[in-house]
């Protein structure tokens, strides 16, 4: 058993943004592969959109379009989605990025 890990997921390209009134709180077991994660956040990104019409980070593309990235120093990365959660160093209340794939 390992506890849940929490993290911030925010629809957009890692731009400068508003993370509490954009940013959606996701929970995930470290065992747990990126694309559970993936899926999740898109899920409650997507709820969000169509209670409230598309602004700033643009429309929220198709699952299959979209990938998690996280912050590398001043850069972001890809998240690997075969990789479980615990191989991608990520802690504790991290902020993802979900957007388009490129």
């Given at each position: 058993?390992?506890?849940?890990?929490?993290?911030?997921v925010?629809?957009?390209?890692?731009?400068?943004?508003?993370h509490?009134?954009?940013?959606?709180?996701?929970e995930?077991r470290?065992?747990?592969?990126?694309?559970?994660?993936?899926?999740?956040?898109?899920?409650?990104?997507?709820f969000?959109?169509?209670?409230?019409?598309?602004?700033?980070s643009?429309?929220?593309?198709?699952?299959?379009?979209c990938?998690?990235?996280?912050?590398?120093?001043?850069?972001l990365?890809v998240?690997?989605?075969?990789?479980?959660?615990?191989?991608?160093?990520?802690?504790?209340?991290?902020?993802?990025?979900?957007?388009?794939?490129?």
């Open positions: 058993w390992s506890p849940a890990l929490r993290f911030v925010v629809h957009g390209d890692g731009g400068e943004v508003d509490i009134r954009r940013g959606v709180h996701i995930a470290e065992w747990e592969r990126v694309a559970d994660l993936r899926q999740r956040a898109y899920e409650q990104i997507a969000w959109h169509r209670a409230s019409p598309c602004a700033g643009g429309c929220l593309p198709p699952l299959q379009a990938s998690l990235r996280a912050r590398s120093g001043a850069e990365r998240l690997d989605e075969g990789l479980r959660i615990s191989d991608c160093r990520l802690g504790r209340g991290g902020l993802l990025f979900l957007g388009a794939s490129s």
